[in-house]
């Protein structure tokens, strides 16, 4: 059954950081290129970073520079680094295989807020 927990979400003021984890189980992890995703209130999903299966990395616009993706594959995790964060990043964030995509987490809640 194919698994996708997300965690390290928090509330943090603009200038923070966190660092969040997708936990992936029940598919070869090592052969799929993995996002991360977020949705804010009110708003459609986006993919914000990505890594392909050899480890390139591609980011939006806007969050190019603060963030960085990541994955560990002997632990079948994917990592979200975000620096300098703004009000703007406040979203639920979610990982997700590229391609195909499949079933969603629950995501994990990113505040930033003074």
């Known amino acids: 059954q194919v698994q996708l927990v997300e965690s390290g979400g928090g509330s943090v003021q603009p200038g923070g950081s966190l660092r969040l984890s997708c936990a992936a189980s029940g598919f070869a992890f090592t052969i799929y290129g993995m996002g991360w995703y977020r949705q804010a209130p009110g708003k459609q999903r986006e993919l914000v970073a990505r890594i392909t299966n050899g480890g390139t990395t591609n980011y939006a616009d806007s969050v190019k520079g603060r963030f960085t993706i990541s994955r560990d594959n002997a632990k079948n995790t994917l990592y979200l680094q975000m620096n300098n964060l703004k009000p703007e990043d406040t979203a639920v964030y979610y990982c997700?295989?590229?391609?195909?995509?499949?079933?969603w987490g629950q995501g994990t809640q990113v505040t930033v807020s003074s």
């Open positions: 997700n295989r590229l391609a195909p995509a499949t079933s």
